[in-house]
């Protein structure tokens, strides 16, 4: 029987590469989109609002795997030849989107209203306000929460693997498939997951505490 060896590793490196810029396309298009989600949720304008929150709950209220299934089947239904990379990367750019404008949409109504109020009495527009006021201070609330999605997102890369995109969960089906060693290939994918989520979850629990010290300082 076959052993498992440097070949094999490779292969599940190069099916960790995949997981990794999955990861950063989806967390980075995603995060554009979510801001300007989490902008439209805070909106003046109450039918701007409506169709963020909307856009939300479709995200939110419907699982991921369905998503992708839809995203990845529904395009070819319409005619759109796509492969299974450009597919996930829609999926999840749109999951993370709805995920990631909630998250700020929270931080940014956490901001004490009187900001908004002086901001105004200066004659500080609406846009101005946003960037130089608001969003700074939400932003950096809702760092844990972010990235506590982004360990999320990252595990859940593994769902790619149904339309046909191999990443780090998908390789390692393929050589457990082939080693007929399901304990030891999946315990090595779960290390590589492993080792990739907890810096993220380290880095978040920190910043965490950071703000939490920072808080009760101010007060």
């Known amino acids: 029987?076959?052993?498992?060896?440097?070949?094999?590793?490779?292969?599940?490196?190069?099916?960790?590469?995949?997981?990794v810029l999955l990861t950063i396309i989806s967390f980075?298009?995603?995060?554009?989109?979510?801001?300007?989600?989490?902008?439209?949720?805070v909106?003046?304008?109450?039918?701007?609002?409506?169709?963020a929150a909307a856009y939300i709950a479709l995200f939110q209220g419907t699982p991921l795997l369905m998503q992708l299934?839809?995203?990845?089947?529904g395009l070819a239904l319409l005619q759109f030849n796509i492969d299974a990379w450009v597919a996930v990367s829609l999926a999840y750019t749109?999951?993370?989107?709805?995920?990631?404008?909630d998250i700020w949409r929270g931080t940014i109504q956490s901001i004490p209203p009187g900001q908004t109020e002086a901001s105004n009495a200066l004659a500080i527009g609406y846009v101005s306000r946003m960037r130089d006021v608001i969003l700074p201070q939400a932003l950096k609330i809702s760092l844990p929460a972010t990235i506590g999605f982004a360990v999320q997102l990252t595990k859940g890369t593994s769902l790619a693997a149904i339309v046909g995109f191999v990443e780090?969960?998908?390789?390692?089906?393929?050589?457990?498939?082939?080693?007929?060693?399901?304990?030891?290939?999946?315990?090595?994918?779960g290390i590589i997951?492993?080792?990739?989520?907890?810096?993220?979850?380290?880095?978040?629990?920190?910043?965490?505490?950071?703000?939490?010290?920072?808080?009760?300082?101010a007060d």
């Open 43 to 51: 909106s003046p304008i109450a039918i701007v609002r409506r169709i």
């Open 69 to 73: 299934f839809v995203v990845y089947y």
């Open 193 to 217: 997951y492993f080792f990739i989520c907890w810096p993220m979850s380290l880095f978040g629990s920190a910043m965490e505490r950071k703000l939490a010290l920072a808080s009760r300082a």
């Open 168 to 189: 780090l969960a998908r390789a390692g089906q393929i050589v457990s498939n082939l080693l007929f060693q399901p304990l030891l290939v999946y315990g090595i994918v």
């Open 28 to 41: 980075v298009g995603g995060g554009i989109i979510g801001l300007a989600i989490a902008l439209a949720r």
């Open 94 to 101: 749109a999951h993370a989107s709805a995920f990631l404008g």
């Open 1 to 19: 029987m076959r052993e498992f060896a440097l070949p094999e590793m490779f292969f599940l490196l190069q099916g960790l590469k995949w997981t």
